[in-house]
């Protein structure tokens, strides 16, 4: 009965000391989410879309508009793009923006359908004087985005780049599910602190990509990335475009292949699956090329940023103006 009374004793103060971890994490979390917002001011421009605030940052001066587009849940644009906007802003406009929710953007309650998305992405650059026509660079799901946005606004594309991105066939079969649990387990590990004391001991999630880039970036630019993690990851907002990601693909491929606008797909070695999405991205332009990068990840604008830098640059030099 001692023993007995002894364990139950023992799993009560587990119990016990587990909640207080929780909680206390989730109010370290909320100081700290209002401290980062105080602190990390956006860097470039907010224009207002649909009655809701997006974050765009423009660089550069050159003859040719590289326009960058976001994977999904990616939690900082600004960030992720950091270093290419750097590189390319030499000799080429670049634009990168905040999907609604994540980095400096806000929320919304408008649907994340593909047509919302692009026609979003429209008005930003026509907000912020973005003259047509544009390459666009995608990253991963992103992909869609910018296969759909060629379809919709014919003329204002002279180019696609895709960085590991995924095919619309691939995506109109994909296991939404998957991601969706991911973005769930994300936002739980966020609220609860969870995830900022991982961070603390030098572990970001590396099933997210976050490690990839934070140590690549300068150590300013660096902060404001961590922070965007730590109070962006696994976002509703997010989570609403995962739902629709069978759906945004079906909606892509109704509308058709881009006929002749030239196409880049660069790729990271990955399953079969993968590899059969890339053989299939090319089908959508009868002026198309793939390229597997050599020991890349799916952030191989991190992993292989030199290699990337290049291959846009002359991308640039073969069809721009």
């Known amino acids: 009965m001692g023993i007995s009374k002894y364990r ?43 009655s809701h605030k997006m974050h765009t940052y423009s660089l550069g001066n050159g003859k040719d508009t590289l326009v960058f587009i976001a994977g999904s849940g990616t939690t900082s644009a600004y960030t992720d793009f950091y270093y290419m906007q750097q590189e390319l802003s030499a000799y080429a406009k670049t634009f990168s923006y905040d999907h609604a929710g994540l980095g400096w953007s806000e929320g919304t309650d408008i649907p994340r359908t593909i047509d919302n998305v692009t026609a979003e992405l429209h008005e930003l650059l026509r907000e912020t004087g973005h003259a047509a026509p544009y390459v666009l660079v995608a990253h991963s799901l992103g ?123 660069l790729s990271a070695k990955n399953d079969d699956k993968w590899t059969k999405a890339q053989e299939e991205l090319l089908n959508w332009s009868d002026r198309s090329s793939g390229m597997v990068m050599k020991e890349s990840k799916h952030y191989l604008h991190w992993t292989n940023k030199n290699s990337v830098i290049a291959t846009i640059s002359e991308f640039i030099n073969t069809y721009g103006d």
């Not at 587990?14 to 979390?29: D, E, H, K, M, N």
């Not at 976002?235 to 509308?255: Q, Y």
């Open 8 to 50: 139950k004793n023992k799993k009560h103060k587990i119990i016990f000391l587990l909640a207080f971890i929780i909680v206390a994490g989730g109010i370290w979390q909320i100081i700290m989410e209002r401290y980062e917002a105080d602190r990390y001011l956006p860097t470039g421009k907010i224009i207002t879309v649909n």
């Open 143 to 265: 992909s869609l985005e910018a296969i759909r946005y060629a379809q919709r606004y014919q003329g204002e594309v002279k180019g696609i780049i895709f960085l590991d991105g995924g095919s619309p066939e691939y995506y109109a079969d994909y296991p939404e599910w998957n991601s969706m649990l991911l973005n769930r387990t994300s936002a739980v590990l966020r609220l609860t602190g969870i995830n900022r004391l991982l961070g603390n001991f030098g572990l970001m999630l590396p099933f997210v990509g976050e490690d990839t880039r934070n140590h690549l970036l300068p150590e300013d630019i660096k902060k404001i990335d961590a922070a965007m993690y730590y109070n962006k990851l696994g976002s509703s907002e997010n989570l609403k475009g995962l739902g629709l990601i069978n759906e945004n693909a079906k909606t892509v491929i109704r509308h058709g292949y881009l006929e002749d606008i030239p196409l880049l797909a």
